[in-house]
C-alpha cells in the first residue's frame, strides 16, 4: 500500500507551458509538504498545509500555487515554466503530533 | 543561507564495520533532529530521529549523537550493511511537532563495500 504517492513521476515540458503534480497520502496525516531538489541535491521547503489551510510559503513565487481539496491531497500547479524550474518535486505528509515526515517518491520536472 | 551541512559528499565502508555520518547546524533554535535515508528514484525515508533534549538515541543498529554545545550530529551504523548504500540526510527542525518544516543537509553519499 502507497502511503505517498505522485502522479506523474516524470514531466517533460516546455518553457512556458503550465502543469500540475499532484500528491495524494493515505495515512490520515493533517499535514502535506511540497519540497523541492535542486540540481545540488539541496532539498527545500517550498509549501505546508494543514488541513487544507496554508502554513508555510517559502517565498517561493508566485507561478507556484498549492492547491489542498482535502486534507489527503495536496497538489502543485505551475505556472509559465521556467528552465530553473528543472528539479525534482518531493512531496511528504506528517501527523500534527510529530515531525516524522513521509515522503513521496518525487516527480522529476524538465522543463525544455 | 546553509543552516544545515553535511560536509562529506561521500563515504565508503567496508562491510561490517562502522559507518559514521556526521552534520553541522549553525541555528540553536533547532530543537529536533533527523536522519532520512534515500535511494536513487525514490523519496527520503525516515531512519531516526533526537529532540535536543538527549544526547543519543539508538534503534537496532543505528545510533544517532548530538552535541548541542558543538551544534553537531552524528549518525553511526553498526555493523554496516551492503543494503545501507544509499545517500543520508540530516534535517532539523524548530520543534518535533508537525507543521515544522524540515531544514536538510545536502546529503552524504555512504557505499558499503562488500
Known amino acids: 500500500d502507497t502511503a505517498v504517492s505522485q502522479t506523474p513521476k516524470y514531466l517533460v515540458t516546455q518553457m512556458g507551458n503550465d502543469k500540475s503534480i499532484k500528491c495524494e497520502q493515505n495515512l490520515g496525516h493533517d499535514t502535506m509538504y511540497w519540497y523541492k531538489q535542486d540540481s545540488k541535491k539541496f532539498l527545500k521547503i517550498m509549501f505546508s498545509?494543514?488541513?487544507?489551510?496554508?502554513?508555510i510559503n517559502e517565498t517561493v513565487p508566485n507561478r507556484f500555487s498549492p492547491k489542498s481539496p482535502d486534507k489527503a491531497h495536496l497538489n502543485l500547479h505551475i505556472n509559465s515554466l521556467e528552465l530553473g524550474d528543472s528539479a525534482v518535486y518531493f512531496c511528504a505528509s506528517s501527523r500534527l503530533a510529530d515531525n516524522e515526515q513521509f515522503f513521496g517518491p518525487g516527480t522529476r520536472l524538465t522543463v525544455l | 543561507d546553509q543552516q544545515v551541512k553535511q560536509n562529506s559528499p561521500s563515504l565508503s565502508v567496508q562491510e561490517g564495520r562502522i559507518s559514521i555520518l556526521n552534520c553541522d547546524y549553525t541555528?540553536?533554535?533547532?530543537?529536533?533532529f533527523l536522519w532520512y535515508k534515500k535511494y536513487p528514484a525514490e523519496g527520503p525515508t525516515f531512519l531516526i530521529s533526537?529532540?535536543?533534549?538527549?544526547d543519543k538515541n539508538e534503534d537496532g543498529r543505528f545510533t544517532v549523537f548530538l552535541n548541542k554545545s558543538a551544534k553537531h550530529l552524528s549518525l553511526h551504523i553498526v555493523p554496516s550493511q551492503p543494503g545501507d548504500s544509499a545517500v543520508y540526510f540530516c534535517?532539523?527542525?524548530?520543534?518535533?511537532?508537525?507543521?515544522?518544516?524540515?531544514?536538510f543537509g545536502t546529503g552524504t553519499r555512504l557505499t558499503i563495500i562488500p
Open positions: 533526537i529532540s535536543s533534549i538527549k
Open positions: 534535517a532539523a527542525s524548530l520543534s518535533n511537532f508537525g507543521n515544522e518544516k524540515l531544514t
Open positions: 498545509y494543514n488541513n487544507k489551510e496554508l502554513i
Open positions: 541555528n540553536s533554535m533547532f530543537d529536533y
